[in-house]
């Protein structure tokens, strides 16, 4: 059985294909596109997972859509019934779109599916699934789990914007649903846009910013206590009533009624790229534990409802780990599995999942290590040939290896010396996470990283943690965490015994003092709070990257190293040889490796000009 899994048409499209229920394939349109979070039709990624496979779309059983575009509409036209007049300046704006392109959603399909090749439209099954039953499908299909709670998060689908469901075998049901306006996942949004980040990008930033907050200031716990009495009412199951009156996301163009936030909180809306302040942070902080605390009501809803032993989660919120990691320190599960891919790109392997087990109705053998996802290695690969092709148009100066051990080596000791590497292997990751082959890499123990990484490297806000990629067996010599986190998705602590102890006042202290002491033997990525967001490295999922750290530890004694995404601020993580090399040549990099090529910055033609290599990005 052979099924295209499709997401698009809001952010983050994708596609993924699957053949008897193993997930052959699964990428993001951005990659390929170059515009990061795109809601465009999904047409390259799936031309490249239907390559993938060797599938023509003649062949296919279904082709599947991650949500009801008919019971959406119906939601829109309720929404601006029920608070009518509000809204009518965003529905004579959203209309339209409606009624000429998502209310014919199946011709749609057809048409952009026609431009990659001919077929039979007569032929070809079409299906449908609710939203978050793709979302729940995305997390327990590929999970080990024979049963499990599933707990999806999000903005919002058609109706519903968080659910409670079950897992057993190939059966998936859902067992409680929160509706559509009150949204955990518009909530965050509504803080994000109201701190000046970017809504459906910048929510992780805000994440990061919590921890500069005060946990103890009056000024905190005045807004966690503003928050919880006139924004949001938050019942003991989860679920969550958001006062309207605060909010603009129903019927307007914006998230927030600013007038209304500002005499609340004292401040107004932050413009993006302004200047940080306390309240800004303490106010991040606030809305952070608020989501905490919603999200682990719900994990215990979860719990209750179902009896499970282990949870599944997706839905965008699923990628605040920090809310994840309060759940594993709850221990209400046993185990925990979170779709690498959690938002709305991950719908489509859900979509084409749930058609597989519950539509189709075929039985499901989960896996006997740790998932499906293959370490969520799903992407394009590029052979020695596109790797030299690309080098040979660019004049690019390359030493290729024929040993990967001497490589490895030779990469280890620019790492330990303090340089930053570009590392480039195998298949590109499915997700927003890069985990090892799509990744800028540097030396945790370096006191400089971090700095240099934000601003000379990424070129984006300095207050923008790091993440450690960590050998699996070495993981509870780094951190507080008994279990494995290979998606990037779990926050824990650093151990105490390598933690040095804060100055008197710490708290205090201006916001960037606070940033630049040095809190561990790893302070490229230990937060403010001691805390990390931790990816630990597998060998029977990516030898390479295993082989890497390992070799870096029999060089310094730290199996770990600093892990970010290969790519710069408001750019889609790279894809190609060709744009590893775009990025290496815009940036400060000083090594980059694609395959068993290593590329010296200072040998390139022309590389102290960087300005011919720079391309400007929609910041994000």
Avoid at 226 to 231: D, G, M, P, Q, T
Avoid at 384 to 393: N, S, T
Avoid at 499 to 515: A, G, N, S, V
Avoid at 557 to 564: I, M
């Amino acid at each position: 059985m052979k099924i295209l899994g499709l997401s698009a048409f809001y952010h983050d499209s994708a596609a993924a294909i699957l053949q008897d229920g193993q997930i052959l394939a699964a990428a993001q349109e951005e990659r390929f596109t170059r515009k990061k979070h795109t809601a465009e039709f999904p047409s390259q990624a799936a031309r490249y997972c239907l390559d993938f496979a060797g599938f023509s779309i003649n062949e296919l059983d279904a082709v599947v859509f991650y949500d009801k575009p008919l019971l959406k509409f119906e939601r829109l036209l309720e929404t601006y019934y029920g608070f009518a007049p509000r809204g009518v300046v965003s529905f004579m704006a959203s209309i339209p779109v409606w009624l000429r392109e998502k209310m014919f959603l199946k011709r749609v399909i057809h048409e952009e599916l026609g431009k990659i090749e001919e077929y039979d439209r007569h032929r070809l099954h079409m299906l449908f699934p609710e939203h978050h039953l793709s979302h729940a499908a995305s997390a327990f299909f590929p999970s080990r789990f024979k049963e499990a709670a599933i707990l999806t998060i999000d903005g919002v689908g058609e109706w519903a914007t968080s659910t409670i469901g079950f897992g057993r075998d190939h059966t998936i049901e859902i067992h409680k649903e929160l509706h559509f306006p009150h949204s955990v996942g518009l909530l965050y949004s509504a803080f994000t846009y109201y701190l000046g980040f970017v809504v459906n990008s910048g929510e992780y930033k805000l994440m990061g910013l919590a921890p500069y907050g005060n946990p103890e200031g009056a000024a905190t716990r005045k807004y966690i206590a503003l928050i919880r009495e006139h924004i949001v009412d938050i019942k003991e199951d989860g679920s969550i009533w958001l006062n309207q009156d605060y909010f603009n996301y129903a019927t307007g163009l914006r998230m927030t009624r600013e007038e209304k936030w500002q005499q609340l909180f004292g401040f107004p809306v932050r413009k993006p790229e302004s200047p940080l302040e306390q309240h800004h942070c303490d106010l991040g902080y606030a809305i952070q534990a608020v989501t905490e605390e919603i999200v682990l009501k719900m994990a215990e809803e979860a719990q209750r409802l179902t009896g499970a032993r282990n949870l599944c989660m997706a839905g965008g919120v699923a990628l605040n780990c920090v809310a994840n990691g309060k759940i594993i320190k709850k221990r209400l599960f046993d185990d925990i599995f979170i779709q690498p891919a959690a938002g709305d790109a991950g719908g489509a392997l859900g979509a084409a999942l749930a058609a597989h087990h519950i539509y189709f109705g075929q039985e499901r053998n989960p896996a006997p290590t740790m998932d499906a996802m293959q370490g969520a290695f799903l992407g394009p690969e590029y052979s020695a040939i596109d790797i030299e092709l690309m080098a040979r148009k660019n004049k690019a100066v390359y030493h290729k290896y024929t040993s990967f051990t001497q490589l490895v080596d030779e990469v280890a000791d620019l790492l330990a010396s303090g340089q930053v590497v570009g590392w480039m292997q195998g298949r590109m990751e499915f997700g927003p996470r890069a985990l090892g082959n799509r990744s800028i890499l540097g030396d945790a123990r370096n006191p400089e990283m971090q700095k240099k990484l934000n601003l000379k490297i990424k070129y984006r806000e300095s207050f923008r943690p790091f993440a450690p990629s960590v050998l699996d067996e070495d993981n509870t010599s780094f951190f507080e965490l008994d279990m494995p986190s290979p998606y990037m998705l779990l926050i824990a602590d650093v151990v105490s015994s390598r933690r040095r102890p804060l100055p008197d006042h710490y708290h205090d202290l201006p916001l960037w003092e606070r940033l630049y002491h040095q809190r561990s033997d790893v302070p490229a990525i230990t937060h403010l709070d001691f805390s990390a967001r931790i990816q630990t490295v597998h060998r029977e999922t990516n030898e390479p990257y295993w082989t890497l750290l390992r070799r870096f530890k029999e060089k310094t004694g730290y199996g770990l190293l600093v892990n970010t995404s290969f790519n710069v601020r408001g750019e889609p993580i790279i894809c190609t040889p060709v744009d590893a090399y775009k990025c290496f040549m815009r940036t400060e990099m000083d090594y980059l490796v694609i395959g068993d090529y290593l590329f010296v910055k200072t040998e390139q033609p022309n590389y102290q000009d960087t300005e011919n290599w720079k391309e400007t990005f929609k910041l994000d």
